[in-house]
């Protein structure tokens, strides 16, 4: 079993930037960030496998970024010029897997975060 554990959220004003942690209980292969914005589907933001280079949605491509501390098995999303449309719960994910899977449903994914907020204003 393990724990994951996301914090970083928060409101900030359009433009502005948040730093989204995502810690595990123990070093996993693979850790993603999925997002719900009220009414809408979940969808995938980005995913890294173990210090491999990280995948991101069209979404976010070019505003964030991912790294790892090894050291605390977490992963961060650095997500910066924020939109309104960026606000959302956002989750973290992980899986034992030689690759990271890539879908907006995420069922691949077995262990899930309770979420942090963000919220974007204008």
């Known amino acids: 079993e393990v724990q994951v554990v996301e914090s970083g959220g928060g409101t900030v004003q359009v433009g502005g930037s948040l730093r989204l942690s995502c810690a595990a209980s123990?070093?996993?292969?693979?850790m993603a960030w999925f997002r719900r914005a009220p009414g809408k589907e979940r969808e995938v933001v980005a995913s890294?496998?173990?210090?491999?280079?990280?995948t991101y949605a069209n979404s976010v491509k070019g505003r964030s970024t991912t790294s790892k501390d090894n050291t605390k098995n977490t992963l961060y999303l650095q997500m910066n010029n924020l939109k309104p449309e960026d606000t959302a719960m956002y989750y973290c994910?992980?899986?034992?897997?030689?690759?990271?899977?890539?879908?907006?449903?995420?069922?691949?994914?077995?262990?899930w975060g309770q979420g942090t907020q963000v919220t974007v204003s204008s």
């Open positions: 994910a992980a899986v034992e897997r030689r690759y990271c899977p890539w879908s907006d449903r995420g069922l691949d994914y077995v262990y």
């Open positions: 123990r070093s996993i292969s693979c």
């Open positions: 890294r496998y173990k210090d491999g280079i990280p």
